[in-house]
């Protein structure tokens, strides 16, 4: 299977480096820019700080990466970002996070990141989303800070 | 001029030549794999199963293995990589190498590294060539020529690298002004004279300096394959990708790169 003919290196040749080609100019599709060979895109953090949003609409802050949540039967537990979203995701809160694949890149991972929580946290019984603002910088510029907000499934 | 590509074209697809700088490389690339199941294991163990914490999957979360499969999957990684240092089986263990690194990505989009994506690329091309012909454990080396237009597809797939690389460098204006080599510049400023690294920070050095990287990596492209610039280029390639190596932690590409370049020497100087 592996010693190919004439007409075989051809045609392998053909998909192969049409397949690279096809992902290096989509490359600008995905926010990471993966695929596409783009070597040290931006030299970039951004700081993530999230909040509870409780009922009432009342926003209570996330504090040294960690919460305390009561379940439904009123049981205390305490919640951990950093147990749940690890590097090279933006693990640690409220403080500059590196962004090797771009600011963007890293702002989608921050919004993924809070999905990923808000779906696999059914201890918390009294959070109804998350809610971050993340402080963005592009090649040492900083950039207007983003809000993003995720509704918890009840 | 049509008439030339295409008998260039005919002629690198049925060259053949020596063999010994393949099996060089699939040594290379073996120990380069076996560092990646270390890797693995090593976070497995230390931070748990990723499927358990926060991950990016391109599949669909049905697609992506459970803590037990993908323990069975760490197991064939090792063994395949193995295999490719051993030199035994060591071309389809190069393609099942190549297809756990891809889908170890597509299950988690936070596993992706350019030097993942180039290691399977170059894995994938080097299964199809011969080179399983030296260095092989327990068994004498077969001297014969062998097809090399897998080893000139390797070597097309590092020009590749190359134009995509400064080409979208190229087009981005902070890339090209030195916005981003400037924040680049503290690990480089380690090693350079103090006065030499100072000028090198002002704007202007930083812009020169990026202007520099793009013009050696389009060049590069080119100039690896030209005999009359070849021992240059390669020159060239050696010192760009080690003071990389330098001011980022990327030295896994940069093996990766410089184990690559063998496969432009001239036949002569890989056989001593």
């Known amino acids: 299977m592996l010693e190919l003919g004439a007409r075989g290196r051809a045609w392998f040749c053909a998909l192969f480096f049409g397949g690279e080609i096809l992902l290096v100019a989509t490359a600008d599709l995905r926010t990471d820019k993966s695929y596409g060979f783009r070597m040290f895109p931006e030299a970039s953090s951004i700081r993530v700080h999230v909040d509870r949003r409780l009922d009432g609409g009342r926003l209570a802050p996330v504090e040294a990466g960690a919460w305390q949540a009561h379940d439904c039967s009123g049981g205390g537990h305490r919640v951990v970002w950093r147990q749940m979203v690890r590097w090279p995701a933006p693990a640690v809160l409220d403080a500059p996070v590196g962004a090797p694949y771009g600011v963007d890149n890293e702002v989608q991972r921050t919004r993924d990141a809070l999905r990923w929580v808000a779906d696999h946290t059914p201890e918390d019984c009294e959070t109804r989303a998350l809610v971050a603002h993340v402080e963005r910088t592009r090649n040492g510029q900083p950039l207007d800070p983003v809000d993003l907000e995720v509704e918890r499934a009840r | ?272």
């Open chain 2, 1 to 272: 001029m049509l008439a030339d590509v295409a008998a260039t074209l005919r002629r690198l697809r049925d060259d053949e030549g020596d063999t010994r700088a393949l099996g060089m490389v699939r040594v290379g690339f073996g120990l380069l794999l076996l560092n990646e199941a270390w890797l693995a294991t090593q976070e497995l163990r230390g931070q748990g199963f990723f499927g358990d914490h926060f991950h990016q999957p391109y599949l669909p979360e049905a697609l992506v293995p459970s803590a037990g499969v993908y323990t069975l999957l760490l197991v064939a990684q090792w063994l395949a990589a193995l295999l490719v240092v051993a030199g035994r089986r060591a071309r389809p263990a190069l393609l099942v190498s190549a297809a756990l690194l891809v889908y170890a990505m597509l299950c988690d989009r936070l596993w992706f590294h350019h030097y993942r994506h180039t290691m399977a690329a170059f894995c994938t091309l080097l299964a199809f060539a011969p080179c399983d012909r030296h260095l092989v454990l327990g068994r004498a080396a077969d001297r014969a020529p062998g097809p090399l237009w897998a080893q000139h597809a390797m070597k097309l797939q590092v020009s590749l690298m190359y134009l995509a690389s400064g080409g979208s460098k190229l087009l981005d204006p902070e890339w090209r002004g030195g916005q981003m080599w400037s924040r680049m510049m503290p690990g480089l400023a380690t090693v350079l004279p103090s006065s030499l690294a100072r000028a090198l920070e002002t704007p202007l050095g930083a812009s020169l300096m990026a202007k520099g990287a793009i013009t050696t990596e389009l060049g590069l492209a080119v100039l690896l394959w030209l005999p009359r610039t070849r021992r240059a280029a390669i020159a060239a390639g050696v010192l760009f990708h080690l003071t990389i190596s330098m001011m980022t932690p990327v030295r896994l590409f940069t093996i990766e790169m410089l184990l690559v370049y063998l496969l432009f020497l001239k036949p002569e100087v890989t056989s001593g």
